[in-house]
């Protein structure tokens, strides 16, 4: 149980570190690699207004990071 334990919180520190390496302004493919999801359904989600933080930019996609990562956590 010990070393569930240990590895459990090295999985958790190395996510945070993870996540803030992560740019403040995300692609579509940077979001579904978060999410662990295909690209197809992060644009599905974004056309349904589902994922926060989307913009437009051009004919490109941009999301901010910390209006994903709020999302994730409420």
Known sequence: PQIAQN???DSA???ATNLSNLP???TVQELAD???VN???VYEAIARKE???CRRVGRT???VRQAVLD???G
């Open 7 to 9: 590895d459990t919180a």
């Open 61 to 63: 996609i941009r999301i």
């Open 51 to 53: 994922i926060p933080g």
């Open 39 to 41: 690209v197809k359904t």
């Open 34 to 36: 978060l999410l662990r």
């Open 24 to 26: 403040e302004i995300l």
């Open 71 to 73: 999302w994730l956590h």
């Open 13 to 15: 520190e190395s996510e």
